[in-house]
């Protein structure tokens, strides 16, 4: 190889060189970027179920905490043996527990407040006859979990001191109902009336936004279900029902907005319900069907 073909090839390689270092410098920025993938922001609200009592009453008290500031509360926790294990493990993991928060005052939801108590010093906020209450809050009040929205929704009818209780996080929401709203169902009338049945469910509840999160008391889907069929045919039912048979659980797997669909309870204006019940207020239609569904 001549010196002449020699300093050619270096020339080139000098250039190519050149030219590949330019390439680099002015794309390695975009290339850069494109493979950062952006961090998820963490879900702030966490609800964890603690099924009590299961195959006699089937309760379910509800863990929830606030991932942001480590604070927690825990709604209806009444069988503390079953509950407490799940406490300790959410302290040691460095969230404090801040409030006892009661659906009503029946001793299967607000029974646990004295034991719970004992180990942890902490308010009860609930229903003005719930065991060892502190604090009642007014219809349509607020207070915070943490960084979580949380708003008190008064619906007397189980019990005259029911409130379910409306959760917001950015745009995750829950609500916790207690006896009032069940997947497919609503709770019996003990102290009430269905004039405020219909309200709580068909008003208050309903109104909250379709995507909201339902988490009832007890788990009674099966059975509300078996009793839907009974008055009402629909799609949205069939798929309740479909899904009841495969799951053992159905909390937090259904909307306000599903409930409006397959929970007869809250379709008194329907048509075939109207037939079926023989009546055409919606407050009446209310009545019979919790007189129905009492009696099946």
């Known amino acids: 190889m001549t010196l002449t073909t020699t300093l050619r090839h270096c020339i080139v390689t000098i250039v190519l060189m050149s030219l590949l270092g330019t390439v680099i410098k002015r794309y390695s920025p975009t290339l850069i970027r494109s493979r950062i993938v952006k961090p998820v922001t963490p879900r702030a ?28 509360v825990i709604i209806d926790p009444a069988n503390p043996s079953e509950v407490l294990p799940h406490l300790k493990a959410k302290t040691d993991a460095g969230f404090k527990l801040s ?7 029946h001793h299967d939801h607000a029974g646990g407040n004295k ?3 004992k180990s942890y010093d902490i308010p009860v906020i609930g229903g003005r006859d719930c065991a060892l209450v502190a604090e009642t809050p007014s219809h349509k009040s607020k207070f915070s979990i943490g960084s979580i929205n949380v708003t008190a929704l008064h619906t007397p009818c189980h019990t005259q001191d029911s409130i379910c209780y409306f959760l917001e996080d950015g745009q995750d929401r829950a609500v916790f109902t207690g006896d009032t709203l069940f997947i497919g169902g609503c709770g ?18 309903a109104a909250l936004p379709d995507d909201t999160k ?22 949205a ?36 319900l109207q037939k079926v019940t023989g009546k055409t207020d919606p407050v009446d239609v209310m009545g019979a069907l919790r007189t129905m569904k009492d009696n099946s």
């Open 45 to 72: 609200m966490h609800i964890q179920s603690i099924p009590m009592w299961e195959g006699s009453s089937n309760n379910y008290a509800y863990l929830v905490s606030d991932d942001k500031t480590k604070e927690a």
């Open 99 to 105: 409030k006892i928060i009661n659906t009503h005052h």
């Open 115 to 117: 034991e719970i108590s």
């Open 188 to 205: 019996r009338f003990f102290e009430g009336t269905p004039e405020q049945m219909h309200k709580s469910l068909n008003q208050v509840l």
């Open 214 to 235: 339902v988490y009832p008391g007890h788990e009674y889907t099966k059975g509300n279900v078996k009793f839907a069929k009974k008055v009402l045919s629909n799609d």
């Open 237 to 272: 039912i069939t798929k309740l029902d479909e899904y009841s048979q495969a799951n053992k659980e159905t909390q937090g797997k259904f909307t306000i907005g599903d409930e409006k669909k397959h929970n007869v309870f809250m379709r008194v204006d329907d048509p075939e």
